[in-house]
């Protein structure tokens, strides 16, 4: 079983469940791979028992540390970053941002557009203000480039992960 | 005592909404509890007797609508109105409402409300009161002879700043009356320029400000308490994420604190305040502080002083609305005892510090003993940008500052929040910062050692295959 | 001081097991846990790090298999060992075995476990100290006239009972010489019958007694401090189910308690007492105390102390175990703030009082603040008539009893346990005494006022609607 | 849908699930009534909300009452009674012990047995001690009658709702 991981910015992560054993008392092993880098070598066993309701994963069976249990599957959050996650296959159409194509973080609402097509920004500038969560949110850019197209207007209200713009960069 | 229940309408949301509800019922009284069309299944029904539905879905038609929120508690028999923190918590216009319609408005009366939420009169009324503000012109200086004659008074290092100015645009520190000569005609034209308002101001410049605030409780009998002081300066955007109580600054140094707390009792008294509230101060390298403003509600941070001083401020608040005798001693029967620290936990990027809406999918605590987690979270729930996204309070509390620290490190690792980005990270960072444990920092602790610099980043694949596991689990039906 | 991390072994399950492991993470210690065949899935693991199998079923073969618990510590590379209350806690064997095998044992020195562990000896120990046990002769009574005299020297009424007797049989309470005369011959007569053995002692009767105990906080450093006092003298079955701190009875009476206080340090000085204890005293209704024994662990009732005084017991005593310094204050600096109750919620029958196995199929919380609930349970667990059937104790703080007492009622009140029959309902009743709430109550309260008489018994159909409500609902999928 | 509650002693509760409604909103209405008297008089609605991962139950739509989930409904808790749950028939067998015998209310061991059959047994006297929960628990007799058959030996292991012997009143 192959599960896409793809997140709004950054690069995609594709895991293998290569393998799940049921042992006796509830114990239960899982066997993970990724063509990513596996942190223990080749594949990593994570094992899992259910302990006064909750879930407990362990990768050597000695220490063993709660997770809590994912009730809704399709979308995981590790530190920063939120992850749509497919299982078993990869997803057309999704995460398909260009290299620089700007994507909404949050939704929001478009408060002011500062830049223009053609323009010529510096990494820093400020190229829109998003409402979002009571705040005002700058949207900055991230590198020296050029507005190739807008593709938001003002005052529209924008779902998380909308392409905002394109931003061709600069040698 | 026998007191008789009363209808208390919680005009609020959230984590505060809950508790106000869990004082409101363990007082005897009945908790009735808003819901709006865009959170249904909002958290804090759970701990409210009666759900009222505050039809409408931006805050302008709901929590914020006063003529809506009197109706209804008209309508379902309401006694008394608790606001908690934001919203109309310090409206006057809406105190004054209730009381025309007879109804109690849980928090101060509303000339105190008033007298407090304007700048300019609360300055004016803090120094009549002897109160320390800020030195400084009283307004714009008329040119730089005036502002190195107001300068040389207060002494350097000052500020000149544009009067219209704001978020850190037009003005400029001066250590000396040379500095002060060369800048002031730079400063004018940017103000000019920025604001279209060249006037400008000359104030003491605080060196490495910390934000010190005492809790004031206050009753309508006349007894204003002072709950000893907070320390706030760790803030992000101008907010506070994290606050402590005693003060590390003033540590030991107790007439300083007594000094201090004295002084905002003086303000409540001059404004004849009767309810819970807090005097904002800034305090100086050298210990030297003014005030700030006064908040005129229940605070966020209000738990670690109920953590120190034993003192249920909620409760009491309550207690002080309907006229009632508060469960809090006399003054010198209040003692602060140990050290209490509290997280605010957001769904917010821990690294850029931008909001991170989301949907809680799964929760999982196991904190030492002597942690409190005042919290709205449960599975399923949607942080939506429509609300602040503060989602809990983390407190622990210990003998000492170093064992309130060690049991706050033990609080964040036994709080597992699934499905959300929250700042939990960046509190881990700062909690074993050098500086922060050493209780050395000021407000611009976050901005000049960028804890946030020190987060690991990069997609785990441990984490990750954890996660899938727990998903799998799930799936299997264990 | 950096601390280097121990492997503390938790030779317990429950709640206490559960308290323990939060306090061993917190100090940065490694806690590992262990599992029996008859609770592999035991709540307390989910507060350790690691888990260990400790094969079998009876206790006998696991928490009392002090040769096999040996044999898990060495493999395991453990440092230290805390046993909770109960199982082995008190067995000065187990203290030596583990000394001889280098581990620590977190509790006190095998001696004083010894010397406080046989009645005779802790009672010698005792008035050798200087502290008072209950006047009476020191052993069996010669003849009438030997009862006579002691009677007449300690003062009536006086208890004339078997020195074989227990569980109240053999025993007679005599209020005059006329009474003694005329009982002597026929509790002789009854004491032989009933154990084969006529020996009669001759002690003090205590009036309406108090159950008062000192808890004692020492380390290896030969500080010994005290913490104050608990009250326990709501009992069912000679076992306390309410407790509280400080104690009603001897309520504003500060030189009584600092002198009970004192009393309880001098016996803790003179047998060299190390750890965490309890001293326990019966209180007569003049005020009079005598010491009845010596805890020499962790009890039941510490949280209602942690809550009044702010030291975390539990974290001082695995300190103290390892020879470093405790995060308590010295004596002097030690106080005692507000007011603690403790309840003891139990898979219990509220009315007959006997025990009550079962499954919990729902729990679901809304207290107060300043409740805090030490507990096993979650959806699931088998309550076994293997283990004690306290599965938690719901504890509340407040500035006064009566703060206390009204967070106790909205507490119990929001706690709400399905599957199970609990003596939640018998708080209940107890808390709404009027004895009670007055603080004016004996051991013999339950007996005397019998408030399981006030208990609803009648199949309640609204309570069974709203039941099969839930059960529908989550057939529904809702 | 008609549900059998059977006690280990006392009287079986019926409760009758006449009607469910599910509203917009998540509420849902349930509609009960019991031959054995209904607190409302003839029947009653239950109102029931999901709110933060929580059941609430309402009998007047207005004041709300948390209810934990019952994740295993064969068993249900009121007062001090344990109730076997049957959904949709009664069941043969079960609760079905008569009039005069007595029924062990937790598993244990029989420690000892004080009693002989033919023997006249006042009201308070002890029966039987069974070892439960780490104690001696006394079974009483709860009135003056015969010990007419004992189905237990001593030593013997019991499970709950164990018939342990045929006491006959006497007038």
């Keep these: 079983m192959r599960y896409y991981l793809m997140p709004i910015e950054g690069s995609e992560v594709v895991v293998d469940l290569a393998k799940t054993t049921v042992q006796t008392g509830g114990l239960v092993e899982f066997v993970f791979a990724s063509p990513d880098g596996d942190p223990k070598g080749r594949q990593s066993t994570i094992y899992l028992r259910k302990i006064a309701g909750g879930y407990f994963t362990s990768m050597d069976g000695v220490r063993w540390t709660r997770i809590p249990r994912l009730t809704r599957s399709s979308k995981i959050v590790v530190g920063n970053q939120t992850y749509d996650l497919y299982r078993g296959y990869k997803p057309s159409g999704v995460g398909g941002a260009h290299e620089g194509d700007l994507v909404t973080q949050m939704p929001g609402m478009v408060a002011k557009i500062h830049v223009t097509p053609g323009q010529i920004v510096k990494k820093g500038d400020v190229l829109l203000i998003l409402d979002a969560m009571k705040m005002e949110n700058q949207i900055i850019s991230s590198r020296e480039g050029i507005i190739r197209e807008i593709f938001v207007r003002e005052g529209e209200s924008l779902a998380k992960g909308r392409i905002i713009m394109e931003l061709e960069a600069l040698e | ?478």
């Design chain 2, 1 to 478: 005592m026998i007191v008789r229940p009363a209808r208390i309408l919680i005009v609020n949301r959230g984590e505060i909404a809950i508790r106000v509800a869990r004082a409101v019922r363990e007082l005897g009284h009945i908790a009735v509890g808003l819901w709006t069309d865009n959170e249904p299944g909002a958290a804090h029904l759970a701990y409210c007797d009666e759900w009222v539905h505050l039809e409408g879905h931006g805050h302008a038609e709901t929590y914020l609508n006063i003529s809506r929120l009197i109706e209804l508690a008209r309508r379902h028999d309401i006694t008394a109105v608790h606001p908690g923190y934001g919203f109309l918590a310090e409206n006057d216009g809406f105190a004054e409402a209730l009381d025309r319609e007879g109804l109690v408005f849980v928090g101060p009366n509303a000339r105190a409300i008033r007298m407090m939420g304007d700048k300019a009169v609360s300055k004016r009324v803090a120094r009549q009161a002897g109160v320390p503000t800020i030195p400084g012109s009283l307004g714009a200086v008329a040119d730089l002879a005036e502002a190195l004659a107001i300068a040389g008074e207060i002494a350097y290092p000052v500020l000149l700043k544009a009067v219209a100015g704001g978020g850190g645009r037009g003005m400029r520190i001066c250590r000396d009356a040379r500095e002060v000569e060369a800048n002031f005609e730079a400063v004018q034209r940017e103000a000019r320029a920025a604001f279209g308002n060249g006037d400008l101001l000359v104030e003491k410049y605080i060196v490495n400000p910390r934000h010190v605030e005492v809790q004031i409780l206050a009753d309508k009998a006349g007894n204003v308490r002072h709950l000893f002081e907070r320390e706030c300066s760790i803030q992000r955007r101008h907010q506070k994420i994290i606050e402590e109580a005693p003060s590390p600054f003033i540590g030991d140094n107790e007439p300083l604190r007594l000094d201090i707390c004295a002084t905002a009792v003086k303000l409540a008294r001059a404004v004849g305040y009767d309810s819970a509230g807090t005097v904002e101060f800034v305090m100086g390298e050298d210990r030297s502080y003014y005030f700030l403003e006064m908040n005129t509600r229940i605070q966020v941070e209000h738990p670690i002083t109920e953590e120190i001083t034993g003192i249920d401020l909620v409760a009491c608040m309550i207690q002080a609305a309907l006229g009632q005798p508060v469960d809090a001693p006399p003054q010198e029967a209040i003692t602060h005892r140990g050290h209490a620290i509290e997280c605010r936990i957001c769904a917010e990027d821990p690294v850029t510090l931008a909001p991170t809406p989301g949907t809680v999918t799964g929760l999982a605590t196991a904190f030492p003993q002597g942690t409190r987690f005042d919290h709205c979270l449960y599975e399923g729930l949607e942080v939506t940008p429509d609300f602040d996204p503060m989602v809990g309070k983390l407190v622990t509390r210990g003998m000492s500052r170093a064992v309130a620290v060690r049991k706050m490190h033990a609080a964040l690792d036994g709080l597992a929040i699934t499905g959300l980005v929250t700042n939990i990270p960046l509190h881990k960072q700062i909690l074993a910062d050098g500086a922060f444990i050493a209780g050395k920092y000021s407000t611009d602790f976050i901005e000049a050692r960028r804890p946030q610099d020190g987060i690991q980043t990069q997609a785990d694949l441990e984490t990750i295959y954890r996660q899938l596991a727990s998903i799998e689990a799930a799936n299997m039906g264990l």
